[in-house]
């Protein structure tokens, strides 16, 4: 075997060493049944350290070239043979047709609502998107958590790789108790559910409340992806307007006495995309009216976190004697998505009905990745993080409503949150979206339309801005760029409607 | 401050400083605004690194113990309140009256139908457990795969914690759709969705075709967790029998004839329960079927890599010419569960929408989970794993096999698995399932009762034993005892009936 190894190359011995048998097989050098020298004859003549060689092969017999009997490396061996690819072979079933009529509904928002053909449609490289709801990366505490991780491996062994407890691991489910605590909610680890994400959590809460035909309220505008859901469980929604103090109740009340609900769904904290937050005298009369009716809410509370301006209310689950409330949380807003861990927590029978579904759609979360946050929040880095976060977005905010204030023209209209990450904006009349996407672009800043976030997906006058993935400097620039295209639009620019 | 530092102590230097510092303050030894020592003050007295105090100093603010001003660390600060929890506050809502029927199903059949309350109702603590289909924790490649997360958290930085591809993470697709390949699947990362465990894609599977009254036919006796799935689900489910060579063909084609159904549920190799594995023509004759009638098929492969002894059939997908097999995978079986990492592999339609319902119902899996993955799979240790295993089990299956042959009555029937985990064993006549289970324990044995594994949980006259968990030792020790107990209830022990 004639091996051309290079002492001075960044890539590790071994590495070569395979790197340059694969080679010499695939160019025919090395033969199938073809000897191999031993691993110490190998290891004098080219002058590596044996272990070298015996790493190599044994990578080498993992890829399947290599043979082996009783611990030594014999031959080259011929590699079990792929079947080739043939793209396009079509289908004899007609999956529209196979699936049930909801799937068809929640597959055509699927292809119409995604981030990718948003930004494959309007691509223009260096558009600033204030669109997104992913928190900025820039901000992950990223050697904290290779910190836990570390700890972990070192600590669990095989144990953190079987299936877990089906609610989630118990140790996390203690933090988050805790937490919510904190936050004036009297649990303990027995009403919490793991979840993947707190869309997992709106997914089990509406496979067992919402299916087949029965009614839910929903805010209007609300949180685009639940809309999805809803229409795919066969879920009719009744929407609440939305005013500048959250929900109308006075509407509320109104369907409530015509007809029954499954459940009210409300985000009182920095709602999504509006960026209301509710006061205590709001979420009071909220549960009054859903008490009297006996009508669950389902309160997401997925920014509760983001309070970086501080004076906000408690949860409405922390006035809620008679536990009537099923509250959603997550880890994903101020910390990382790419964890997937959210949890639901609510009256022991309806977390044990949850428990049931989710057991049976998934068989639990995975036990590696809860075990790791556990170790996060034990630590007191997520508190560490929170701290810099609201740091961070406490000035970012800033500069997105003192930007608008300079940079609007003065017939637009936004709120003002009192945290999180979205801001809502009212345009003087309804636009065509997509017309209204193209001419943004031009100025080179990308916006969430506003349609997203109505059930039935109607010509809107609003859009959603989000500042969690962008610095102050890009909220800064974005936004000027924005007030310049609505300048642009305002001046008589009407064929953009 | 009077801190007991004990350098001989295994414990770290700083986290004796923290333990020391909380102790003091939860004892009242240091009140609340109390001034404590500078950082370098405090490294004097105990002649410790000054780093050493300033990383404690940073743990005790980030658990809410100390405050800080411009960096320093000042006063003792009173930690934030958190409510009591009082336990069993009832809810005035009725959740089995808020919930829908199906919830109801699947509810009771969670509380039944688990693996703790077997053990604690059946506690004996020397009992060998030879019921359960998890792998053995001992068998787990612990330090290959620490490797491979160290890889990834140098390698990769912030984008491993980010929202990833709806379908899953793309080099993780690829190696998935390169294993297919070897075997026989024609298949590119484009028809693959990843999914948390096959479990999840069978949920999937369920919720596009078969809701709301539509017809399954499923093997009898089938997988035990999907049962619960198609109840919720309101799925009327066909019985198709199974005999020696796999579910009874014939007694398919009259019911595929008389009436529509939405999918055909098969798992042909090492079927669970009965471990029997179909012959090709099975396999061919069974596509053919349902290519005539338009059915899909539901391929379960979840121990495809599971064949030790060699010589089983390629998958039914292999042969899929006109593309209505939807198959499922998982690396749950032959590396561990706790990952989650399954995946589904169809028609380009069929993915698509799958892939739609699983972005609304969870936003996507773990994608540092599916990272570590890739890398283990691309390193060659998933197949150098698979050596192992595959030694370790022909040897146990060998050994179960043996024992039973030796130790259980003539009376006795059982299958012999050509792979795979479970071996399905058919008593003389029926048993009531509990006395049965409570007979075997005072043997020291534990098995999984048949009834388990039919849609209405019938008596029956069966149980399935599975050797995933035990080492060829206990496998000996547990089917002796269970050989025992067979005899001891054949020698006219009828009461246990």
């Keep these: 075997m004639f091996l051309n190894i290079d002492r001075k190359d960044s890539k590790p011995l071994y590495q070569q060493l395979i790197d340059e048998t694969i080679k010499l097989i695939d160019q025919g050098a090395l033969e199938v049944g073809e000897s191999i020298p031993s691993t110490r004859s190998l290891a004098n003549k080219l002058g590596v350290n044996r272990s070298t060689v015996i790493r190599a092969y044994e990578e080498l ?9 009783q611990g030594s490396y014999h031959r080259v061996q011929r590699r079990k043979k792929e079947v080739e690819y043939t793209a396009d072979r079509s289908s004899v079933i007609s999956w529209e047709k196979a699936c049930s009529a909801d799937t068809k509904a929640i597959h055509q928002i699927f292809l119409r609502y995604s981030p990718e053909r948003l930004k494959n449609d309007l691509s ?10 992913d928190l900025d990366p820039r901000l992950y505490p990223m050697t904290e958590f290779r910190r836990c991780i570390n700890q972990v491996l070192h ?16 140790p996390l489910r203690r933090q ?72 109308d109740l006075d509407f509320l009340e109104k369907v409530l006495a015509e007809e029954p609900v499954s459940f009210v769904y409300t ?31 389902v309160e997401d509370g997925f920014e509760e976190d983001m309070k970086y301006f501080g004076k906000v209310p408690l949860p409405i689950k922390s006035i809620d004697e008679k536990n009537i409330v099923i509250y959603l949380g997550t880890f994903s807003k101020a910390l990382f998505p790419g964890l997937r861990i959210g949890w639901v927590t609510a009256d022991l029978e309806c977390i044990s009905r949850l428990t ?18 556990t170790e996060f929040l034990k630590r007191g880095y997520y508190d560490r993080q929170l701290k810099r976060m609201h740091r961070a977005f406490r000035k970012r ?20 949150p009192a945290g999180g990450y979205t801001i809502w904006v009212k345009l003087l009349r309804q636009w065509d979206e997509e017309r209204l996407q193209t001419h943004l672009v031009k100025f080179g800043v990308i916006v969430s339309p506003g349609s997203y976030y109505f059930p039935d997906r109607k010509r809107s006058a609003y859009f959603r801005l989000s500042i969690a993935k962008q610095n102050e400097e890009e909220i800064k620039e974005g936004i000027s760029r924005l007030g310049k295209a609505l300048y642009a639009m305002d001046k008589g620019n009407s064929h953009v409607a």
């Excluded at 997992?200 to 299916?211: E, S, W």
């Excluded at 995309?273 to 006996?294: A, M, Q, V």
Aim: aromatic share 4%.
């Design 155 to 170: 600590d669990s062994g095989a144990s953190s790789l079987q299936y877990g407890d089906h609610k989630g691991h118990i």
């Design 267 to 297: 985000i009182p904290n920095f709602q999504n995309p509006t960026g209301i937050t509710t006061s205590h005298r709001h979420r009071e009369r909220l549960l009054n009216i859903c008490l009297k009716h006996r009508v669950p809410i």
């Design 61 to 69: 017999q993992a890829l399947g070239y290599l043979s082996s009997k």
């Design 124 to 133: 223009r490289e260096d558009a600033i998107n204030i669109s997104e709801l």
């Design 356 to 373: 049931a579904i989710k057991r049976f759609s998934d068989l639990g979360s995975s036990k590696l990745v809860q075990i790791v946050m």
């Design 176 to 247: 988050i108790a805790k937490r919510l605590r904190l936050h004036g909610i009297s649990v303990s680890e027995k009403e919490i559910l793991i979840t993947s994400g707190a869309q997992q959590a709106m997914d089990l809460v509406i496979r067992m409340m919402g299916r087949n035909g029965k009614r839910v309220a929903i805010e209007s505008p609300t949180y685009a992806a639940i809309l999805p859901l809803l229409k795919f469980n066969r879920v009719k929604t009744r929407e609440i307007p939305m005013n500048a103090e959250g929900m």
């Design 397 to 416: 905010m800033q500069m997105a409503l003192q930007t608008m204030d300079v940079c609007f023209p003065p017939t637009i209209q936004w709120t003002r």
